[in-house]
């Protein structure tokens, strides 16, 4: 059974880029709503309740068919989410890997496209910085989709959804982003990157 993680710092800690109503919302009603979906989804297939996400995600053609859907939408909002969450910290951080300046030019030409990923990003769905093959990509998906289903690794995601902005920014998401980024926690990027 997949259960909820913890944010790791309150509600209210990123404001004012992100306000706390919605961080309350987001993590604890919209993250939540897909981890009781995900686990209603595994319920009659006991072998693949044990299993980490990130395998059921990356061998996603292996589950059932009549579950395939719910555990891609459900299961991707669940890892995306997680991933999100440990993206952001109070204050941000200033340790910038050098693999991005390498793979974009600089930090301003990395955050121009991934920016750039979100804002274009037609309806709901997130921008990515990915690992795919030997190489730093940018990209987005559509609503949960998770870049695992198509071999290439998560290292940053911004949720480009409306409930991840709507409260305090309304229609405007570039200002979203825009202040999204004073939140980055390039620490855990640099993990991740490192791994």
Known sequence: MFVLPELGYEFGALEPHIDAKTMEIHHDKHHAAYIEKLNAALEKYPDFQSKKIEELLS??????????????????????????????????????????????????GFKAKMTDAGITRFGSGWAWLVKSANNLEVYSTANQDS????????????????????????????????????VVNWDVVSERLSK
């Open 147 to 182: 870049p695992l289903t198509e071999g290439k690794i998560p290292i940053l995601g911004l949720d480009v959804w409306e409930h991840a902005y709507y409260l305090k920014y309304q229609n405007r998401r570039p200002e979203y982003i825009e202040n999204w980024w004073s």
């Open 59 to 108: 061998d996603i053609k292996d589950i059932p068919e009549d579950i395939r859907t719910a555990v891609q939408n459900n299961g991707g909002g669940h890892h995306n989410h997680t991933l999100f969450w440990a993206s952001m910290k109070p204050g941000g951080s200033q340790n910038v890997p050098e693999a991005i300046s390498k793979a974009f030019g600089n930090l301003d």
